[in-house]
């Protein structure tokens, strides 16, 4: 039979508690006993010796069996409580107040007898009962000299049987069987008065056990509202448990949703790339067979129109997949940052020259400003030129003919610098801005040109810069252009 924690820390207590009773009880017996016994034989401890002394047939020192019994039953009378004995200088038994055939022993032992005589050891002193072959009592005992030869030892037992029966009979009444029933029905009290304590702290460790059970019953996916509340800032342990394991399931949960989400998300982006592909690879594979088929009745012309559409189509392809490989590799952490002290100013010249031609054609006016200064940052230099050629390829498509992009560099700390990107184009609506970097997203205000674009240039773009401890953060109103921004340390 399985027991709870609160069953067997009860059992256990009680155990415990039962034992701790015992030794009590004995221990509170034992010292009772042993304090009474010194207290008796210190109030009689010169009694022997003042009846040897005041008694004259004791003082003389003389024996004899009949007057000694007569005077033995004579203070038998006075003391009911007390046994006399006259013993030889060896302990044997000489004469005793006792009736015949009571007496078991035929000597006592004198080593208790010389020990009290000579105080070398603290009360109680116990001394061979002579009514009985195992038991010992207290006694009194004196020396009976004659002419200061030791002639034997007046023996006395303190509390004797009739005592013992007196008192056996106090015990057995009802003043001690109801002290009994008082001390025990106040253990029991007590005892139940843990209990309770027990299972009043042991409460919210079975709370926690039936949350962790009902996770478990519904394969560790329950709703945060399913769980009982918990205190997380009281001082009980188990409630600080029980809040850290409700949030900690709420964290579960919350990832759980998120993977769920991630994971839809890259079937709808495998989903969306395997179209991107099949179309240039289709169009690839159609102008090829086309050459291959029709080869001798084609022209020179039409050859190499079909050879020059086909090479854009696998550039596009090409285009496609790099960037498929370079998020995949972004999402794993599988990049390896080669960061370094360069001027920015460099950088960014060298971009805008690359797209000069491609900003000219369309009339679009390309600027940096300010036009001169000697910032230098820290930074992967291939990174960052990786992140400006997508904005400005983006800015570049979406700003209509004499429109204007900038590039604006400002302090923003004696450690941090802050880059603007921004453009006159199309612009994004709001609601649209939370989006615009996730993979394969494309915003409505969009504008499609001549080239294949996969919607992954931003979502890379962010990836990168987080990589480089920065954000890449987007500002934008309809009609009214869109302005990109990240910032970078300076060396």
């Known amino acids: 039979m399985k027991l709870s924690l609160y069953q067997r820390l009860a059992i256990s207590l009680v155990l415990v508690f039962l034992l701790l009773l015992s030794m009590l009880l004995w221990g509170s017996e ?22 040897v002394h005041d008694n004259p047939l004791l003082a003389e020192g003389s024996y004899d069996h009949d007057a000694l019994e007569n005077l033995f039953h004579t203070l038998m009378l006075l003391g009911p409580s007390f046994e006399f004995y006259y013993l030889d200088p060896q302990g044997n038994i000489l004469t005793y107040s006792a009736d015949p055939g009571l007496v078991k022993r035929q000597q006592v032992d004198l080593t208790p007898i010389k020990q009290l005589l000579n105080a070398q ?4 002193v116990l001394g061979d009962d002579p009514r009985n072959l195992t038991k010992h009592k207290i006694f009194s005992v004196a020396p009976v000299m004659r002419n200061e030869k030791l002639q034997g030892y007046l023996y006395m037992i303190i509390g004797g049987q009739v005592y013992d029966s007196i008192l056996a009979g106090i015990k057995a009444n009802r003043t001690s069987q109801d002290f009994a029933l008082i001390g025990l029905g106040t253990m029991l009290f007590l005892l139940f008065c843990l209990l309770a304590l027990f299972r009043f702290f042991t409460a ?34 188990i409630q600080q448990l ?26 709808t982006l495998l989903a969306d790339l ?17 050459l291959a088929i029709n080869a001798n009745s084609l022209s020179q012309q039409e050859r190499q129109r079909f050879i020059d559409i086909s090479l854009k189509n696998a550039r596009n392809l090409k285009h496609l997949i790099d960037q ?54 820290f930074a992967d230099i291939g990174k960052l030129e990786r992140v400006l050629t997508n904005l400005l390829d983006n800015a570049i498509r979406h700003t209509p003919t004499n429109g204007q992009i900038e590039i604006e560099v400002s302090a923003q700390s004696t450690n941090k610098l802050r880059i603007d990107l921004r453009d006159s184009g ?39 810069m987080m990589l480089l401890d920065s954000d890449l953060k987007v500002e934008s109103e309809l009609g009214r252009g869109t302005c990109f921004s990240f910032e970078l340390k300076r060396a």
């Open 324 to 377: 498929i490989f370079e998020l995949a590799y972004l999402e794993g952490g599988q990049v390896t940052l080669n960061q370094e002290s360069f001027p920015l100013g460099e950088l960014l010249h060298d971009v805008v020259a690359k797209f000069a031609l491609k900003a000219q054609a369309k009339q679009i006016q390309l600027q940096v400003s300010p036009t001169q200064f000697d910032y230098q940052v």
């Open 204 to 237: 919210p460790l079975r709370r926690l056990t039936k949350d962790i059970k009902s996770v478990q019953q519904t394969a560790f996916n329950i709703e945060p509202q399913q769980l009982q509340h918990w205190n997380e800032v009281s001082n009980n342990e």
């Open 30 to 51: 034992y010292l009772h006993r042993n304090t009474r016994l010194a207290a008796e034989q210190r109030l009689h401890l010169g009694l022997a010796d003042h009846l």
């Open 121 to 124: 050891q603290d009360l109680p």
């Open 426 to 464: 199309v612009g994004i609506s709001e609601s649209e801005l939370a989006f615009i970097f996730d993979a394969r997203y494309q915003a409505s205000t969009s504008t499609t040109d001549k080239s294949l674009h996969a919607g992954l240039g931003l979502a890379i773009s962010r990836k990168l």
């Open 242 to 267: 029980g809040s850290a394991f409700a949030t900690m399931l709420t964290r579960i949960q919350q990832q759980f949703n998120q993977l769920q989400q991630i994971d839809n998300q890259r079937r």
């Open 274 to 290: 395997s179209h991107d592909l099949r179309t240039p690879l289709a169009s690839l594979q159609g102008y090829i067979e086309t």
